[in-house]
C-alpha cells in the first residue's frame, strides 16, 4: 500500500488545496565526490607549485618531528598528555597555511600541531597539555582560539566569530577543526545550520582518522560519508585524501576562497588515519589490529610528497637532509623550553576569574596566601 | 517592567554599536514576552536578530561573536530552554576569561525568563538560579523592581563579564511610577537592598518573591511583626555585607525563594548568615522555599509556590523556643 492509496490521503478529503510549496534550489553543487580527492601521485600533481610544495615538505617534517618530540615529553613527565596527530600532519599543516594573517583557527585538542604551524610557539601551544595553565598564548595576538577539549563546543564560536567579522566588514575567515566523533555533537549540527543559514565565511574541517577514542566510523554514522552531512545544512560538502598535503591545500585554498568572497561556508571531510593512540593513556590494540596500521604506513603523509617531489626533482637528498636538520633544531629547542620548570603562581587561581574579584574570592584568596606563608616558614 | 527591559536594551544599543541582541523570535515578533519589541526595526536585523531554533547555536555563535568584540545580549526564551545551552554557558562563556587569563573575557549578557506564577503549563515555569550561581565565573542578577530592570540590564549589558540576566516572568506587567525618559539611577550589581526596614525579623529574598515578601511584611504588622526585607539585586556577587547587617540588626532571617530547598541559593545564605551573625541570632535562620518537586502543572502551583501566608507561618517560627 502506498501512501497515496491510504484512506483519507486523497486530495479529495482536503476541504482546501495546501498552498504551493516550492523547494529551494541552488546551483551549487552539494554533494560530495564519491572517492576522496586527490593529488599527488595522479595527473593533477602536474600542476604542483614547486616553491609551494617544498614549503609544504619542510612542514610536514618539522610536524612529524613534533609528534615525536612531544610524545618522548610524555615518556619524561614533561607533558601530563598528548593527543598524537602522527599520520596526521597534512590536514594540521594544510589548514594552518591556508589562512591568512587576519584569519582564525579554531583547533580541538587534538590540534597543537596546526597551531604551532600557524606560528605560535610549541611551548605556548603546549601549555593546557603541560598543566600549568588551561591556555598558554593570547588568542586574539595569534588568533587562535583556545583548544576545545569539550568536542565540536568551538565550531559555533567559529561561527560566531566569523559572522561578527563579517558584519563589521572586515575580511576574516574562520577555519573550525573537528575530529570525526565531534560530528555527532549537537554543536557540529547546530553550527552548520547557523553558519548556512547565516552564510558565514566559515571552513569547517572533519579529520576522520578512523576512531572516536576506540569507536570506529561505523559505529558513530550511518552517513556514507560525513561530507554528505554538509548536503542537510545547505552548503558543499568535499571529500579529501587527508594525508595528501597537495589535495588538502586545494580543497582547503577553494573552501577559503568561498568564504572569503561571500559564498558561505564549506564542510570538508579529510579521510586520514590516527597512527598512534588515542594517548599515551590509550591501548589502541584493543580495539584495532596490526594489518589496519600497516596499511595506512604505506599511504603515510609525508612519504606519499617526499615520493612525488624527489619523483619529480622538485626536491633532492640534499634537500631532504637540510629539512631534516632543520625539524631536529625545532625539536632541539622544544626540548629545551619544555624541560624548564613552568613558574606558576597559587595566586593565579583567583586573578581571573571575574574582571571585579568577589568578596567571597577574596577571603578565599587570603586564606591560600596565609597557608603558602605558613609553608615557607615551615 | 517589560517596557523597562526593551528602554535598557535599546538604550545600550544606541549608546554602544557593539551591541547585539539575538534569540528565536527576537526580531519580527519582538519576542514571545515582546522584551524586543521594535529593536530590529530600529536597528536593523543585523544587530536584531532572529537565530535559528537552538539554543546551543545561539549561546556559542553569542561566544565566537564576543571573542570578536561584540556584546551579545542573547534571549533565551524560557528557562527550561535555556538547558541546552548549559555546556556552552559552563564549559565556555563561565571560563573563557580563566582558560585564557584575562585575554578573553566574554561580554554576553544572557537574558532569561525564569520562575512560575504566570500559569505557564510544564517547561515554561523553573526556577533554574542554582544551577547557575553554582558556576564560578557566571554573574548571576535578577530584578524584582521597574528601576532595577532597566538598571541592572544596562550594568549587565555594560560589564565586561558574562551576566545570567533572570527575568521574573510574573513581574513583567509590574507597574510603577517609573519615567523611562529620566531612569532612576539604581546601584549596581553585587548591591543588595534594604527595600523595606524593620526591626523584629530580616526577610531575605530576590526576584518573583520580593513584592510577596513585601506584601507579607505589611501583614505581618498585625500579628506584632515589624519585618525588614532585603532583596538581593545580585546572586552572585553576593553582598553579604547588607545581609549580614540587617540580621545583626534585626537577629532573626528566613530567606524566601521559589526555587526549590534543597541546594538552593537560601541553603548558601542561610550557612553564611549563620557563619557570620552566630552570637546575634535569636533564631535559626528558616528557609520558605518552593518544594522540592519538578515544577508543577499550572492548577497546583499556588499550592507550589512560597505564599504570605508560608512566610508568615515560618516568620512565626522564629519566636524560637528550646
Redo the contacts between chains.
Keep these: 500500500m502506498t501512501v497515496q492509496e491510504l484512506p483519507g490521503a486523497g486530495a479529495s478529503h482536503r476541504s482546501t488545496q495546501p498552498p504551493a510549496w516550492s523547494p529551494r534550489t541552488d546551483a551549487a553543487p552539494l554533494l560530495p565526490d564519491p572517492e576522496p580527492y586527490r593529488v599527488l601521485g595522479t595527473e593533477a600533481a602536474d600542476r604542483l607549485d614547486p616553491e609551494l610544495m617544498r614549503r609544504y615538505y619542510a612542514e610536514l617534517v618539522r610536524g612529524r618531528r613534533y609528534n615525536a618530540q612531544a610524545t618522548a615529553l610524555t615518556k619524561q613527565g614533561r607533558l601530563a598528555v598528548y593527543p598524537s596527530t602522527v599520520g596526521q600532519e597534512a590536514c594540521e599543516i594544510a589548514a594552518a597555511l591556508v589562512l591568512e594573517d587576519q584569519d582564525w583557527l579554531f583547533p580541538s585538542y587534538r590540534d597543537t600541531l596546526a597551531a604551532v604551524a600557524r606560528g605560535l610557539d610549541p611551548v605556548q601551544a603546549l601549555t593546557l597539555l603541560r598543566g600549568d595553565?588551561?591556555?598558554g598564548y593570547?588568542?586574539?595576538?595569534h588568533r587562535i582560539?583556545?583548544l576545545s577539549t569539550?568536542l565540536a563546543?568551538q565550531?559555533?564560536?567559529?561561527?560566531?566569530?566569523?559572522?561578527?567579522?563579517r558584519?563589521?566588514g572586515d575580511d576574516v575567515v574562520?577555519l573550525a577543526m573537528v575530529g570525526d566523533g565531534g560530528t555527532s555533537e549537537?554543536?557540529f549540527h547546530?553550527?552548520l545550520?547557523?553558519a548556512a543559514?547565516w552564510q558565514a565565511p566559515v571552513v569547517f574541517l572533519v579529520q576522520n582518522n578512523g576512531f572516536a577514542i576506540s569507536v570506529p566510523l561505523a559505529k558513530q554514522t550511518a552517513a556514507p560519508t560525513l561530507a554528505h552531512k554538509a548536503v542537510g545544512y545547505g552548503m558543499p560538502g568535499r571529500l579529501v585524501d587527508g594525508n595528501d598535503i597537495a589535495a588538502m591545500h586545494e580543497v582547503l585554498t577553494e573552501a577559503v576562497r568561498r568564504a572569503r568572497s561571500g559564498g558561505g561556508p564549506t564542510l570538508i571531510e579529510a579521510v586520514t588515519y590516527r597512527m598512534e593512540a588515542h594517548t599515551n593513556a590509550d591501548d589502541a590494540t584493543r580495539y584495532r589490529g596490526d594489518a589496519e596500521v600497516e596499511a595506512w604506513k604505506a599511504h603515510d603523509p609525508v612519504d606519499l610528497l617526499e615520493r612525488e617531489l624527489t619523483a619529480r626533482g622538485i626536491i633532492d637528498e640534499a634537500a631532504i637532509q637540510a629539512v631534516r636538520e632543520d625539524a631536529e633544531v625545532m625539536a632541539a629547542a622544544l626540548r629545551e623550553g619544555m624541560n624548564a620548570d613552568p613558574v606558576v603562581d597559587p595566586m593565579?587561581l583567583f586573578?581571573?576569574?571575574?574582571?571585579e574579584q568577589?568578596?567571597?574570592l577574596r577571603e578565599q584568596a587570603a586564606m591560600l596566601r596565609a597557608e603558602l606563608e605558613a609553608e615557607d616558614q615551615a | 517592567m517589560a517596557q523597562a527591559l526593551t528602554r535598557a536594551m535599546r538604550d545600550a544599543m544606541a549608546e554602544d554599536p557593539t551591541v547585539?541582541v539575538m534569540g528565536e523570535d527576537v526580531g519580527t515578533l519582538g519576542g514571545v514576552f515582546r522584551i524586543t519589541d521594535g529593536l530590529a526595526k530600529e536597528f536593523g536585523e543585523?544587530r536584531c536578530t532572529d537565530?535559528?531554533l537552538?539554543e546551543?547555536?545561539i549561546?556559542?555563535?553569542?561566544?565566537?561573536?564576543?571573542?570578536?568584540?561584540?556584546r551579545?545580549v542573547v534571549e533565551m526564551q524560557f528557562d527550561a530552554f535555556a538547558y541546552?545551552a548549559f555546556?556552552?554557558l559552563i564549559?565556555?562563556v563561565a571560563?573563557?576569561?580563566?582558560?585564557?587569563?584575562?585575554?578573553?573575557?566574554l561580554p554576553i549578557t544572557i537574558r532569561v525568563p525564569y520562575g512560575g506564577g504566570i500559569g505557564g503549563v510544564e517547561h515554561h515555569c523553573d526556577s533554574s538560579e542554582a544551577y547557575y550561581v553554582a558556576t564560578?565565573?557566571l554573574?548571576v542578577v535578577t530584578p524584582a523592581t521597574v528601576e532595577d530592570a532597566y538598571g541592572l540590564l544596562r550594568a549587565s549589558i555594560a560589564?565586561?563579564?558574562p551576566v545570567v540576566f533572570l527575568e521574573p516572568k510574573r513581574l513583567y506587567w509590574s507597574k510603577a511610577d517609573w519615567r523611562p525618559e529620566a531612569p532612576t539611577v539604581v546601584p549596581g550589581i553585587?548591591k543588595a537592598l534594604v527595600r523595606r526596614a524593620g526591626t523584629s525579623a530580616t526577610l531575605i529574598t530576590y526576584g518573583p518573591s520580593l513584592p510577596v515578601c513585601l506584601e507579607a511584611a505589611e501583614a505581618a504588622r498585625e500579628e506584632g511583626w515589624d519585618l525588614e526585607v532585603v532583596d538581593l539585586r545580585s546572586l552572585?556577587?553576593?553582598d553579604?555585607?547588607t545581609v549580614v547587617e540587617s540580621v545583626r540588626r534585626t537577629g532573626r532571617a528566613v530567606v524566601v525563594h521559589e526555587a526549590g530547598g534543597f541546594g538552593g541559593p537560601g541553603a548558601e545564605i542561610a550557612a553564611r548568615v549563620t557563619e557570620r551573625c552566630f552570637h546575634h541570632l535569636e533564631a535559626p535562620v528558616l528557609r520558605v522555599t518552593g518544594f522540592d518537586i519538578p515544577y508543577p502543572p499550572p492548577m497546583l502551583e499556588k499550592h507550589h509556590l512560597p505564599g504570605v501566608d508560608r512566610i508568615l507561618d515560618t516568620v512565626a517560627r522564629l519566636q524560637w523556643e528550646n
Design positions: 595553565w588551561h591556555t593570547d588568542p586574539r595576538e582560539a583556545p569539550p563546543t565550531l559555533p564560536h567559529a561561527v560566531g566569530l566569523a559572522h561578527a567579522a558584519l563589521r574562520a549537537g554543536d547546530e553550527a545550520n547557523f543559514v593565579d586573578a581571573h576569574v571575574y574582571a568577589t568578596d567571597r | 547585539h543585523e537565530t535559528p537552538a546551543a547555536g549561546l556559542g555563535a553569542a561566544v565566537g561573536m564576543a571573542m570578536y568584540g561584540l551579545p541546552p555546556e556552552q564549559s565556555h571560563k573563557m576569561r580563566n582558560r585564557t587569563r584575562g585575554a578573553m573575557p564560578p565565573g554573574t560589564s565586561d563579564d553585587g552572585v556577587p553576593f553579604e555585607q
